[in-house]
C-alpha cells in the first residue's frame, strides 16, 4: 500500500463521541487526501491537504476536520459522530494534484 | 454533485473473455484515471490518460478518452479470475472525483 498506513482499522463508537483517525506516509508525498467510501457512491471527497497546515474542503466536508501539522501526518476528526458518518474511510496520497493517487488499506468506523 | 457514474453497475463473465466498463463524468477533465479495488481493500492505481489521447495500453488494459462526450472505457482483455474486483474511474476537475464503480465478476 505504498508506504500508507491508516489506524485504526476498524473502531465502534457511540453518536455523540468525538473520533480521530490517523493517516500516516513514509513517501514524503505533498498532497494527501481523506475519502469515505459507502455502497451505491463510491468514493467521495472530504478534505485534502496540499501542504503541512494547508488543507481545504472536499465534496461532502460537513461535520469534519482535519490537520496536518507534518508532512507525514493527516488527521481527520469526527467531532460529534453521527449514524450517518458509518462508512469506510481511505487515505490517499499524491506527488502532484493532478497525480495518481496511492490508497491506504482503509478504516472502517461504525457508529451506532 | 460532479460524481462520474460507470456502467454497468456489475458485470459477469467467463474466464479468457473480454470486459468492457464504462465511464461518464460531469467536468472538464486534466486527466482520467482507472484504478481497481479488491474486496476489503484500497484503491490500487491502474492507468492514466490525460485529455489531449484518446486510446493508451498497459499490458491487457486498453483505455479510450471521448472529451466531447465526458466518457471514457476500459477493456480487459482475456479476462482471469484475479482480475475480480471493483473497478472506479477516477478525474480531476475543480477537485479529485471517482466514479461509482463497476464490479467484475470473472467465473473459472
Known amino acids: 500500500d505504498a508506504g500508507i498506513t491508516q489506524s485504526p482499522r476498524h473502531k465502534v463508537t457511540e453518536t455523540g463521541t468525538p473520533v480521530t483517525l490517523r493517516c500516516h506516509q513514509t513517501?514524503?508525498?505533498?498532497?494527501m487526501y481523506w475519502y469515505r467510501q459507502d455502497p451505491g457512491h463510491g468514493l467521495r471527497l472530504i478534505h485534502y491537504?496540499?501542504?503541512?497546515?494547508?488543507?481545504d474542503k472536499g465534496e461532502v466536508s460537513d461535520g469534519y476536520s482535519v490537520s496536518r501539522s507534518k508532512t507525514e501526518d493527516f488527521l481527520l476528526t469526527l467531532e460529534s459522530a453521527t449514524s450517518s458518518q458509518t462508512s469506510v474511510y481511505f487515505c490517499?496520497?499524491?506527488?502532484?494534484?493532478?497525480?495518481?493517487?496511492?490508497f491506504g488499506p482503509g478504516t472502517r468506523l461504525t457508529v451506532l | 454533485s460532479q460524481q462520474g457514474e460507470e456502467d454497468p453497475q456489475a458485470l459477469s463473465i467467463q474466464e479468457g473473455e473480454n470486459a468492457t466498463m464504462n465511464c461518464s463524468y460531469k467536468?472538464?477533465?486534466?486527466?482520467l484515471q482507472w484504478y481497481r479495488q479488491n474486496s476489503g481493500r484500497g484503491l490500487v492505481h491502474l492507468i492514466l490518460?490525460?485529455?489531449?489521447?484518446r486510446e493508451k495500453h498497459s499490458g491487457r488494459l486498453r483505455v479510450t478518452l471521448d472529451t466531447s462526450k465526458k466518457s471514457s472505457s476500459l477493456l480487459i482483455t482475456a479476462s482471469r479470475a484475479a482480475d475480480t474486483a471493483s473497478y472506479f474511474c477516477?478525474?480531476?476537475?475543480?477537485?479529485?472525483?471517482f466514479g461509482t464503480g463497476t464490479s467484475l465478476t470473472v467465473i473459472p
Open positions: 490517499a496520497i499524491s506527488e502532484a494534484s493532478l497525480d495518481t493517487q496511492y
Open positions: 513517501e514524503n508525498h505533498r498532497y
Open positions: 491537504s496540499y501542504g503541512v497546515k494547508d488543507t
Open positions: 467536468t472538464s477533465i486534466n486527466n
Open positions: 490518460i490525460r485529455s489531449n489521447e
Open positions: 477516477g478525474y480531476t476537475g475543480n477537485q479529485f472525483y
